[in-house]
């Protein structure tokens, strides 16, 4: 059974750091893994979609990297702002269909 | 291009009682997923509809239900309302093909409150 974990659940940073949230999972055998940022009390916007066969997906200050063999991705966010307080979700499909298991998520403040 | 839409946004229920939410997928997607959000578990997965037949089915009591009609708009319905049914009902769509890797979007969800 898939489980997915992100380190730290919650962070605060003062504005204009660089930063990285961290989301590991215990079967490599993904096809694609996706992060997601929820607002409070909102629903989850779609951040950045990697395919299994990729290494890195970039999104205007958002990066994120995928290491398979390692079980583990990582989202960068630069020059981070105080719009970018948020949880951040990281997600892996089951291998028949649209089925995501989530990480308990990373509750960003970033304070101006 | 209008996202995926969910009916009510908010509602409150008493104990007991049944509930009927609504999703409408972005147009052209065949895929859609209902997500239980509570602040104790977490996102978990309740089932997945695609071209109106149940794909994925995920560890929820028999009171929890779903179907998807032929323009792939879904309903999930719950049943004989408990407490703990209290949270964020979020619906997902995508264009999904098995193992499509197509990027999954979520709606604003429904709020269901039982009392």
């Known amino acids: 059974k898939q489980e997915v974990t992100q380190i730290p659940a919650a962070l605060s940073v003062p504005e204009g750091e660089n930063l990285v949230l961290n989301c590991s999972f215990t079967d490599s055998a993904i096809y694609n893994l996706q992060w997601f940022r929820q607002d409070p009390g909102k629903g989850l916007t779609s951040l950045l979609l990697i395919q299994s066969s990729q290494r890195e997906q970039t999104s205007g200050r958002l990066n994120a990297s995928l290491d398979k063999s390692s079980g583990r991705s990582t989202l960068y966010i630069a020059a981070s702002q105080p719009g970018d307080s948020a949880t951040y979700l990281c997600a892996v499909p089951n291998n028949a269909g649209n089925m995501l298991t989530f990480g308990g998520g990373t509750r960003l403040m970033v304070k101006p | 291009k209008a996202g995926v839409t969910q009916t009510p946004r908010y509602l409150i229920k008493t104990r007991g009682q049944q509930v009927t939410l609504s999703c409408s997928p972005i147009s052209g997607h065949r895929s859609v997923s209902w997500y239980q959000q509570t602040p104790g578990q977490g996102l978990q997965f309740l089932f997945e509809y695609f071209s109106e037949t149940q794909r994925n089915k995920g560890n929820f009591p028999g009171r929890f239900s779903g179907r998807q009609f032929s323009n792939s708009r879904s309903e999930m319905n719950v049943s004989t309302l408990e407490l703990g049914d209290s949270a964020l009902y979020l619906c997902?769509?995508?264009?999904?093909?098995?193992?499509?890797?197509?990027?999954?979007?979520f709606g604003e969800g429904s709020w269901l409150t039982v009392v």
């Open positions: 997902a769509s995508s264009h999904g093909g098995s193992n499509s890797g197509n990027t999954i979007y």
